[in-house]
């Protein structure tokens, strides 16, 4: 978990919506290996382990073993229409292909801000990071996808704070109203977003371009999130 990611998560238990802290073990390179993620409202710990951090696992005590009792997930199988589909890592030639392309269609003309990908399209997340120089947070992506920033498992909506990020990808996986949802409250407003065509486009968001596979669009409103509060002085002056 890059450690500049981490203002941006949020607990995803059902009380009052607070920034979470870190407590790190382990950093390389502004990333966290090993560490704990605490939330101050209602003290729930996650560990971050080998650079991944499991929501799906709460912890009382940070511990080095947790990394053993980690679940171990399966590669998608599946499409939604049923058939087979392949799981093996593709090709180097045709991940630099796609990241580029999601490049072009997230709008990443800069370096700035992060990007979240889901399930699948989270195989670009290292060629995508290397093309663009954006962090990159891959949610729930399969086992063996390498990410430079971060990785993240999570089985409900996505725990980032309002307008925490500037674009994301769904997968047909995650290609539920209930993940919409949360991705459209993460991206910023004018941020982009990709879905599979069989996900209905939020009335939040502005449709750019659709294909038989899926749709591009840009979210278009800017909904509040945290106020940062400051000390000493007026507060009515800035």
Do not use: K
């Not at 030639?93 to 800069?110: H, I, K, N, V, Y």
């Amino acid at each position: 978990m890059h450690v500049d990611l981490v203002e941006a998560l949020r607990c995803p238990r059902g009380h009052e919506e607070s920034w979470l802290v870190a407590a790190t073990d382990v950093v390389t390179e502004r990333r966290i290996i090993r560490g704990t993620i605490g939330c101050p409202v209602c003290g729930a710990e996650w560990r971050i382990e080998e650079g991944e951090l499991d929501f799906d696992a709460a912890v009382q005590m940070p511990s080095a073993a947790s990394s053993a009792a980690l679940p171990v997930r399966q590669p998608l199988s599946q499409n939604p229409a049923g058939a087979t589909v392949a799981t093996a890592r593709p090709d180097t030639p045709t991940l630099e292909a796609s990241a580029l392309r999601m490049a072009a269609l997230l709008d990443l003309r800069d370096t700035t801000g992060a990007v979240v990908l889901f399930g699948e399209a989270a195989r670009v997340a290292d060629a995508l990071a290397s093309l663009t120089g954006v962090l990159v947070l891959a949610v729930n992506a399969p086992p063996g996808v390498g990410t430079r920033h971060s990785r993240l498992r999570v089985l409900r909506a996505l725990p980032l704070g309002v307008g925490t990020v500037r674009g994301g990808a769904l997968d047909h996986a995650h290609a539920s109203t209930s993940w919409m949802s949360s991705v459209v409250r993460a991206v910023r407003q004018s941020g982009r977003i990709i879905a599979p065509a069989v996900v209905p486009v939020p009335d939040d968001v502005r449709e750019l371009a659709r294909d038989e596979d899926e749709w591009v669009g840009e979210a278009r409103v800017a909904a509040s999130g945290l106020i940062p509060l400051r000390r000493g002085g007026d507060p009515l002056r800035p």
